[in-house]
């Protein structure tokens, strides 16, 4: 059985949804085939009805070849003057991925063989450069990309493909096949909890690759247990497998102190939280970008010494980057190191904050300047605590050396969560009631991700 649709999951469906409606508006009319997609029989009837009605544009189009490859394309449209159609396939990412390519191959095999005479295959999708200055332009928010040529070479392989599919769709028993990278790739697959289960949550899926990790199968060696001592390994390889056997912390004292020795009082204890909408939701942002609309710092003017706490979080509707960056750069002051956990994501906000609001650029790169990244000394092994269980994430290295500090109990425990329950909020899907619970639940997470980093801080200093 599928297991329940995960908040992150749903929140692409949702989007991809509202993208999709988006796209229609594109075209100034069009007709929509109102039938669910299991109702086969009606949607292929309807099609056919519309373009006998004599419509141009239609949206949800469907197409059953005589040898059973179904097609719901997002948007059948009538070449001006002609009997062929080109098929518009619409996507919420900013550009053509390979498995998309996949997508249109099998749309145009199915209306092909369906006897439609098709003429272009089109991707269509956001415009990472289409930067919003007022109300949505539409046509600017979409690139079309004939994708006509890749799609013809690649159709043939489509008979042999879809002769293997109808088998395993089918057949009453379950297809033979390997667990590997497939799994994950391009899409964490639904059956995981299925086809895995005889692989522990921590095994040697998660420290190898390719010929090493098929080197181990072969022996019928999954357990990390189980890997043979002498096996050839990357240095951090053999700390992660040799704590693990040894259930022992590793610690490399010289390395931490060298970094410890970098850091100058009075540290700021930083950490940001971001939603980044499909769709523009702002004036001067793009699709996707990253806008930032909480912090919170913890300031320690000296060693051991007393926390001070700063937080903001924006709560109305509105753009929340400038009042963020004028409270961010009167609370951090212009000395002492600004302590991040994965530098790469606070300093990119900052650059493209210190890009769009360049009166506020210096003060935003001196803070960007100060950055120290918490996430160096674990990542490189100077620290590893067999709990880790090989992840450097913030959420694997704050359990095994802090566990009375645990983001159980919280009612948002990650930063996706964060990024959609904030947007439910602004975007008015959620009760006026509801959202001041959010916004404590918010201000909880983001204090105990600040937290974490004072309490890790704490942690290098004792294995100095
Ligand atoms: S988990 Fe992997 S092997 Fe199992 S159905 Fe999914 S892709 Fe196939």
Redesign the pocket.
């Known amino acids: 059985m599928k297991p329940e649709i995960p908040a992150a999951q749903q929140h692409l469906f949702d989007t991809g949804h509202e993208v999709g409606e988006l796209a229609k508006r594109y075209f100034n009319s069009g007709v929509e085939i109102e039938a669910e997609y299991y109702e086969l029989d009606k949607t292929i009837k309807f099609t056919e009805d519309a373009i006998r009605q004599g419509e141009d544009v239609i949206f949800e189009a469907t197409a059953l070849s005589p040898d059973g490859a179904f097609s719901r394309i997002d948007i059948l449209y009538k070449v001006n003057g002609s009997d062929a159609w080109d098929l518009i396939e619409v996507k919420a990412s900013t550009g053509v991925r390979d498995y998309h390519l996949d997508d249109i191959t099998f749309q145009r095999y199915a209306f092909t063989n369906a006897g439609y005479k098709i003429r272009k295959s089109v991707l269509m999708h956001l415009n990472n450069q289409y930067v919003r200055s007022a109300e949505l332009e539409i046509n600017k928010l979409f690139t079309l990309e004939d994708c006509t040529n890749i799609v013809q070479e690649n159709i043939n392989d489509i008979d042999g493909n879809l002769k293997n599919l109808l088998g395993v769709v089918n057949s009453d028993l379950e297809?033979s096949?390997?667990?590997?990278d497939?799994?994950?790739c391009p899409f964490e697959?639904?059956?995981?909890h299925?086809?895995?289960q005889h692989v522990p949550e921590y095994s040697i899926y998660n420290i190898f690759s390719g010929r090493k990790r098929d080197e181990l199968l072969v022996n019928d060696i999954i357990e990390i247990a189980d890997i043979p001592d002498g096996f050839e390994t990357t240095d951090r390889q053999y700390i992660d497998i040799r704590s693990f056997k040894q259930n022992q912390v590793h610690v490399d004292k010289d390395a931490i102190k060298e970094f410890l020795d970098t850091l100058i009082y009075p540290l700021y204890f930083l950490d940001y939280e971001t939603i980044f909408p499909a769709v523009p939701l702002f004036n001067n942002t793009r699709p996707y970008q990253q806008i930032p609309f909480q912090y919170y710092l913890h300031i320690q003017e000296k060693k051991d010494g007393d926390l001070r706490h700063v937080e903001f979080l924006y709560t109305d509707d509105t753009d929340p980057r400038p009042d963020f960056i004028k409270s961010l750069v009167d609370n951090c002051g212009d000395k002492g190191s600004v302590i991040v956990y994965n530098q790469s994501f606070e300093a990119g906000i900052n650059n493209q904050l210190a890009a769009y609001f360049p009166e506020y650029s210096d003060r935003i790169d001196n803070i960007t300047g100060r950055m120290t990244d918490l996430l160096v000394p674990f990542r490189s092994r100077w620290l590893y605590h067999p709990e880790m269980r090989g992840s450097a994430s913030l959420k694997a290295v704050l359990p095994a050396f802090v566990p009375e500090l645990s983001y159980e109990d919280l009612t948002i425990g990650d930063g996706g969560t964060a990024s959609i329950t904030y947007l439910s909020c602004i975007t008015g899907i959620v009760s006026e009631k509801e959202r001041s619970q959010i916004f404590q639940d918010l201000k909880d997470y983001c204090y105990q991700d600040t937290l974490a980093e004072v309490m890790l801080l704490k942690v290098l200093y004792d294995n100095e």
């Open positions: 297809p096949i390997d667990i590997g497939h799994c994950n697959c639904d059956y995981i299925h086809c895995w």
